[in-house]
């Protein structure tokens, strides 16, 4: 899998992105109903789309995606690093197995104590 890589600084993003304005509707009284104060921004290279309506202020609004357009694109962007398998050390099975024997010891002497009173 290749993944692209899209620069996220301010510049780039709005040199890349489509800015729409909407009503955005909800709380906020006469001036969110009836002003274009949600923005949609859409991310021409990448497709990735992100919205802005939780404040009255368009200005704060455009803010907002700006910010989560960048966080998206990198988190779309982040690559994990990969996994090498290892196996335990000699140290770590023995520890293990003797656990496990003083598992098994205690769990055979309490049935080994019941049978004995019978």
Known sequence: ????WYPIDRD?????????????GGPGGQHRNK?????R????????VVTATERRSQYANREM????????LERLQ???AP???????MASRERRLQSKRHTSLTKRRRTTAIHRDE
């Open 1 to 4: 899998m290749t993944t692209q």
């Open 12 to 24: 780039s993003l709005e040199r890349d992105c489509t800015i729409e304005f909407f009503i955005a």
């Open 35 to 39: 002003v274009e104060s949600g923005v």
């Open 41 to 48: 921004l859409i991310h021409r290279p990448s497709g990735q």
């Open 65 to 72: 995606a700006f910010e989560r357009m960048a966080a998206r």
């Open 78 to 80: 982040h690559v994990d």
């Open 83 to 89: 996994r090498v398998p290892t196996r335990p050390g």
